[in-house]
């Protein structure tokens, strides 16, 4: 069964920085592409960012662009959201999503980032 | 940048046919996806590739894309189908949803 667990979420302040992993199982890590997406509360979905099987190319929204950094490890089967300099607008839940071609297969539990002072 | 525009919110009586749409510049050009949200709870793909569906998705789940819209349509609704439901599309390398349409089953 596929699996997507992220954590790392909680309570920082402005401008400060956090890194959200996304623990994978259940499928073969190494060959799909994956992504994360975030919601503000109360708001819609906001694709943030993906990147390719083996870490060489990777994407993202202009308004993380330059802040935010995808990355991730095969061999622990683990995705990663490197956020710095993070904003107010950037309180949200952050889902990590397995991609097939074009689609977000499955996607994780989410994870709650706030930032305030 | 790429905007794609759904309507807000779709009443529609239990049994009868839902219609969502998502509006976007040649969208049709484009593949589309669907995404299912319940209060609560992760998005779930409800179709992919403009009309695919995903195993485990009920028949009543179609959709098509063509010109500047993408439409969902949902056969025989049911009370569960009540959710939030959102398109997404690719535009170079950057993915774009929809605002989002709340379906409420009345």
């Known amino acids: 069964e596929v699996q997507l667990v992220e954590s790392g979420g909680g309570l920082v302040q402005p401008g400060g920085s956090l890194r959200l992993s996304c623990a994978a199982s259940?499928?073969?890590?190494?060959?799909?592409?994956m992504h994360w997406v975030r919601q503000a509360p109360g708001k819609g979905l906001v694709w943030v960012s993906r990147i390719n099987t083996d870490g060489s190319s990777t994407s993202y929204a202009d308004s993380v662009k330059g802040r935010f950094t995808i990355s991730r490890d095969n061999a622990k089967n683990t995705l990663y959201l490197q956020m710095n300099s993070l904003r107010a607008e950037d309180t949200a839940v952050y889902y990590c999503?397995?991609?097939?071609?074009?689609?977000?297969?499955?996607w994780g539990q989410g994870t709650l980032v706030t930032v305030s002072s | 940048s790429y905007e794609l525009t759904q309507p807000p919110s779709v009443s529609v009586s239990p049994g009868q046919t839902a219609s969502i749409t998502c509006s976007g510049d040649k969208l049709g050009h484009k593949y589309v996806c669907w995404y299912q949200q319940k209060p609560g709870q992760s998005p779930v793909l409800v179709i992919y590739q403009d009309n695919k569906r995903p195993s485990g998705i009920p028949e009543r789940f179609s959709g098509s894309n063509s010109g500047n819209t993408a439409t969902l349509t949902i056969s025989g609704t049911q009370t569960m189908d009540e959710a939030e439901y959102y398109c997404?599309?690719?535009?170079?390398?950057?993915?774009?949803f929809g605002g989002g349409t709340k379906l409420t089953v009345l």
């Open positions: 997404q599309a690719w535009d170079s390398s950057t993915g774009v």
């Open positions: 999503a397995m991609g097939v071609s074009e689609r977000l297969n499955r």
């Open positions: 259940g499928f073969t890590f190494n060959t799909f592409w």
